[in-house]
């Protein structure tokens, strides 16, 4: 890294506005404007710092479609918002894919439309913490605001996570180095402990590092709970981590005065999965009986947590909600996407905000170019290549305003600094557009001609008995 | 629009109309003297007209709702129904999601509903769901009752300060009105503790939970607020909890009410929430025992004091509450999966699911301890219907209560026949109450009642001039015995004849025919600006260093507002 000098050209300042990359969502920074364009940002991370500031790198600025020799050519927004309804509307089986990097008022839209098509909404938290919403609905949920962590936090867990590296503000804002009410000292008022098989730039400013083995997890939560509750280890390693020093590690976390364990895709995606984080939520609860424990899952794109929340108090369920049969279905395995992919189930995909093409498996990803995708989003990516209809959104947070959830499910409104590309259109408008598009182009599917209301609404007995 | 609601039975306490057969008219949104002659006649003779429901106190918007839904797949699964030309597709059952509580309220004949407790750091959540709930109003109410800065405010003595800060919070959060939970208890929960009594304090900060309510309750008065504290004691659910309730609202006593013109709708000066939680006589589960005649004895003679019950219904539910501690508690009776969520500054939360069967003592006990206090507060202005949705059961069994509390011989029956456990009768006192609510009381304690405690003066009742909200049952009370057909109430009240929202017929025959946006109400104190600013100024640097958000993104903006009805408190 070299020596930067800061930019003193700029216009004006637009503060208070909100990174959109991580789930952190940084609500402190400072865009430095000039012509319209943010030429620095203050406060950000160089993750951030750099999304917001390059944001015209390898920008999709206009609509385009992809003709019969197979090749995406500009056109028109009429042209490419027709062309995507037409295949939304000639579908029996679309999936609407993403919604993680837009905001809620988009989703919201989005929603409305594959209600009334019966599409099946998904995010990426089924390929990335997934299975950590499967294990909170085994086992519990405790979880604390980030404020709380920075306050009370004495000891401080990361476990399959490398914040420093993918939520660098994470330690600095909320929970290592910030001086908290009850933490005046910061970073020597805590302990803080890596759990990761590789020593990572996290476990460099850890306290403690328990680089048990990889796949490892399972074993190494379950020794923790059997020395919580007051076991003694039978063999001399658990995990490849001597039980000394699992002794020591229980003795810091029962003592702590408050303590967090935040957890990453290192504990969500290893040998067991969600039972990982099933018995990571169990060892938190067991926890509480002495101490005051709670956890957090290190939430990755800045709206991933929205849009579960989102689909949770507009449908009832977090992702991969069915909606097929005029009423919303929700089984893991069999209405997430890349099940549905892998299956060649879907004959038409809307990705919006998020790219497949780099992040989901091949099988999943060959039965995308079979079928026609629409791909709305703000930069080009392998989605772009597989997309038949690509239509440029525009920048959540800088560009365009909108409501995110943080990863502890702040709410946080995050303010427009500058105007978008003429070319673009805003995700919200553009998913509404393609909503009253698709409207006119076929009747809503499966609705009831009266409202059943379901049995156990307890109707029934009463008509029984009539 | 204009409508005649023609030859209808009318029962609407606030106006003391008792039964009597007459129309009502309505144009537009709200209800008239009288109607030209295009209005539309809906002829409703031989059926109940009333005022449309108002909830005095249920949980249906908020980020513990969201926590309950995300980790409950279940629950949603079990009240699923397909979508119609009007209605969404249905999901849930405890906690049912946005569009469905609408529905489902609309159906019973509800028009608004009190969401009983806000943390104003995620009140954007809050109305991001209130904006999803169709067909019903809702006026949030905000949390202080562990609030770091009321909570300091307290400890000094500076109620002028903490009435300052309210009002701004208020502004901040759009809410309504002053929530407290378990004061001082969540706030102990920080730490994995809980204060035990009125008169215990929270660690660190020195002050104890009675100072705190006293404050918070003279700094309610002080604004003026149509609502007065709206309060959920310490101890909730604790065999022998019933002093620290009686001392509670004892402690309130000496609080003179407002003379503002706000505050001048309602009578009281607080209301205890889910009361039947807080009803318990005993030392321990085992031998735990009804406290209800205690506290309805202490209700019957301070009228300052209103409260709902928080009916158990015997139903697989989820409690949710901002008595994290106690949730935590709970988590280590039945070990079912626990949800927690500590707010920082401000408040906690804790989830469990919670079956409540007739089979078990402890289910049956609070059961009938809920009923007791129905049938022992004489006055039926002074308590209210409500599960506490979704702690004691859902909303949508408020029919079924009320089918018990029309027929004693209902009552009775469960009682003998076994189909509830003995500890209905040998610790309570329930088999010995044969008191029978009739229509008015049912008016009152839903509608009437409810919307006097919240001081709207628009809504639950049938004068000219207000909002036309009404529901009509198909039942003609002059020759229908409900002592005698409990199901047949419950069925009359769970499908209304007609549900007319801001003149809008939303229910026909149970129906759903239309649905409409809802609005949230939300109070904007005048005059204390300059209090206001110089508290805010005060607070600034604490804000900027101990919460995690900016002190603009903290606040809720217009955008997130759904047809707003500002409910403006003037200058002092």
Redesign the interface.
């Known amino acids: 890294m070299s020596y930067e000098p800061p930019v003193t050209d700029y216009d004006y300042i637009v503060?208070?506005c909100?990174c959109a990359f991580c789930g952190c969502n940084c609500?402190?920074l400072d865009f430095l404007v000039k012509d319209n364009h943010v030429v620095a940002v203050r406060h950000a991370c160089r993750l951030g710092a750099s999304k917001v500031m390059e944001d015209l790198d390898q920008r999709l600025m206009v609509p385009m479609v992809r003709n019969e020799e197979g090749v995406l050519t500009e056109t028109d927004w009429d042209t490419a918002l027709d062309t995507a309804a037409e295949y939304i509307a000639n579908s029996i089986r679309p999936v609407f894919y993403g919604w993680s990097e837009t905001s809620?008022e988009c989703m919201k839209e989005g929603l409305e439309l594959g209600?009334y098509i019966g599409a099946v909404l998904d995010n990426q938290a089924t390929i990335c913490h997934g299975p950590s919403?499967q294990a909170?609905?085994?086992?519990?949920?405790?979880?604390?605001?980030?404020?709380?962590v920075?306050?009370?936090a004495d000891v401080v867990v990361y476990s399959g996570s490398n914040a420093m590296n993918s939520h660098p503000r994470h330690l600095a804002?909320?929970a290592v180095y910030p001086?908290?009410?009850?933490r005046q000292r910061g970073r020597f008022d805590r302990t803080v402990v890596t759990m990761d098989p590789k020593f990572s730039d996290t476990a460099k400013c850890s306290d403690m590092w328990i680089g048990f083995e990889q796949n490892g997890d399972y074993g190494f939560y379950n020794a923790i709970r059997a020395v919580i509750k007051g076991k003694k280890l039978q063999s001399e390693s658990v995990s490849g981590i001597p039980a000394e020093d699992i002794y020591e590690l229980v003795d810091v976390m029962k003592n702590a005065?408050?303590g967090v364990l935040f957890f990453g895709l290192g504990l969500t995606h290893t040998l067991g999965k969600q039972r990982n984080i099933d018995i990571a939520i169990k060892m938190v609860?067991d926890l509480?009986?002495m101490?005051?424990w709670?956890l957090t899952p290190m939430r990755g794109h800045f709206n991933v947590n929205g849009f579960?929340?989102?689909m949770?108090?507009?449908?009832?369920?977090?992702f991969g909600v069915d909606?097929c049969?005029?009423?919303?279905r929700?089984m893991l395995g069999e209405t997430n996407t890349i099940d549905l992919l892998v299956r060649k189930e879907p004959d038409c995909f809307m990705v919006v905000a998020a790219d497949p093409g780099a992040h989901f498996p091949n099988g999943a990803n060959q039965h995308l170019a079979d079928i026609p995708v629409i791909q709305v989003d703000i930069h080009w990516g392998p989605s772009t290549e597989l997309a038949d209809v690509v239509l440029p959104g525009s920048f959540i947070s800088v560009e365009c305003?909108g409501?995110s959830?943080r990863m502890d499910?702040?709410?946080?409104?995050m303010k427009k600094a500058i105007d978008k590309p003429e070319t673009c259109r805003d995700d919200e408008w553009i998913i509404r557009e393609l909503k009253e598009r698709v409207m006119k182009l076929r009747e809503?599917t499966?609705?009831?001609?009266?409202?059943?209301?379901?049995p156990?609404?307890d109707?029934k007995r009463?008509e029984k008995?009539e | 629009m204009e409508y005649i609601l023609k030859n209808g039975i009318v029962y609407d306490p606030q106006n003391e109309i008792n039964g009597e057969t007459m129309d009502i008219f309505i144009k537009d949104d709200q209800i008239a003297e009288s109607v030209s002659d295009d209005a539309k006649v809906i002829d409703v003779s031989n059926k109940i007209v009333m005022p449309a429901g108002v909830d005095v106190h249920a949980h249906v918007a908020g980020p513990k709702l969201v926590l309950g839904r995300l980790y409950r797949p279940e629950d949603s699964r079990m009240g699923v129904s397909q979508k119609t030309k009007i209605e969404r597709a249905e999901a849930g059952f405890s906690i049912p999601c946005c569009p469905t509580t609408g529905y489902r309220y609309s159906r019973m004949g509800y028009g608004t509903v009190c969401e009983a407790a806000m943390p104003p750091l995620e009140a954007k959540h809050t109305h991001e769901e209130i904006a999803t709930i169709p067909n019903i109003d809702i006026n949030p109410v905000t949390l202080f009752g562990n609030n770091w800065f009321c909570m300091e405010y307290a400890r000094e003595g500076r109620i002028e300060e903490m009435a300052a800060y309210i009002a701004a919070m208020l502004r901040v959060s759009k809410g309504y009105g002053v929530k407290i939970v378990n004061p001082c208890g969540s706030e102990a929960w920080g730490w994995g503790q809980n204060v035990h009594g009125y008169d215990d304090k929270a660690p660190y900060f020195d002050v104890t939970s009675r100072q705190l309510v006293v404050a918070l309750a003279k700094a309610n008065e002080m604004l003026g607020l149509p609502h007065s504290i709206h309060i959920h004691p310490n101890d909730l659910g604790h065999p022998g909890n019933y002093p620290t309730t009686v001392e509670t609202l004892k402690s309130i006593k000496e609080i003179k009410k407002s003379t503002k013109k706000a505050a001048k709708i309602r009578d009281q000066t607080v209301h205890n929430t889910h009361l039947q939680f807080h009803a318990y006589d005993g030392t321990s589960w085992k031998d735990a025992s009804s406290g209800a005649d205690k506290v309805a004895d202490f209700i019957n003679h301070n009228d300052y004091v209103t409260g709902d019950v928080g009916q158990v219904t015997f139903d697989e539910t989820t409690t949710m509450t901002a008595d994290a501690p106690m949730e935590y508690d709970l988590f280590q009776i039945s070990g079912l999966k626990w949800a927690n969520k500590d707010i920082e500054c401000e408040t906690a939360a804790g989830i469990i699911p919670c079956i409540y069967s007739p089979k078990t003592p402890v289910g049956t006990l609070q059961w009938a301890i809920g009923l007791e206090l129905f049938l022992l507060v004489d006055n039926p202005w002074q308590i209210c219907m409500s599960t506490d949705h979704p702690n004691a059961g859902p909303f949508i069994r408020y029919p079924r209560i009320i089918s018990w509390l029309m027929s004693a011989p209902r009552r009775m029956e469960m009682i003998e026949n076994g189909e509830v456990h003995k500890w209905s009768h040998k610790r309570t006192g329930l088999a010995g109450l044969d008191r029978e609510y009739d229509f008015y009381e049912i008016a009152t304690i839903t509608r009437a009642a409810p919307a006097k405690i919240h001081g709207f003066p628009d809504r639950g009742a049938l004068t000219p001039g207000y909002k036309a909200d009404i529901a009509v049952y198909d039942v003609n009370p002059n020759d229908f015995d409900p002592s005698r057909n409990p199901e047949m109430v419950e069925r009359i009240f769970t499908s209304a004849a007609y549900t007319i929202k801001d003149g809008q017929i939303l229910v026909k025959d149970g129906d759903l025919v239309a649905t409409k946006p809802s609005h949230v109400i939300w109070t904007d104190v005048k005059g204390w600006e300059r209090e206001e600013a110089q508290v805010l100024n005060e607070m600034m640097p604490f804000f900027t260093q101990y919460y995690s958000v900016k002190w603009e993104n903290y606040q809720v903006h217009d955008h997130f507002l759904s047809n707003p009805i500002k409910v403006e408190v003037p200058a002092k």
């Open positions: 503060e208070n909100t609500d402190d809620t209600e919403l909170m609905q085994n086992a519990g949920y405790p979880i604390q605001t980030l404020g709380e920075k306050n009370r804002r909320w001086r908290g009410y009850f005065e408050f609860q509480n009986a101490s005051k709670g579960n929340i989102f949770a108090f507009e449908t009832g369920w977090a909606f049969r005029g009423w919303g929700y305003a409501t959830y499910g702040v709410p946080i409104y809503e499966n609705v009831a001609e009266k409202y059943v209301p379901n156990i609404m109707l009463l008995e």
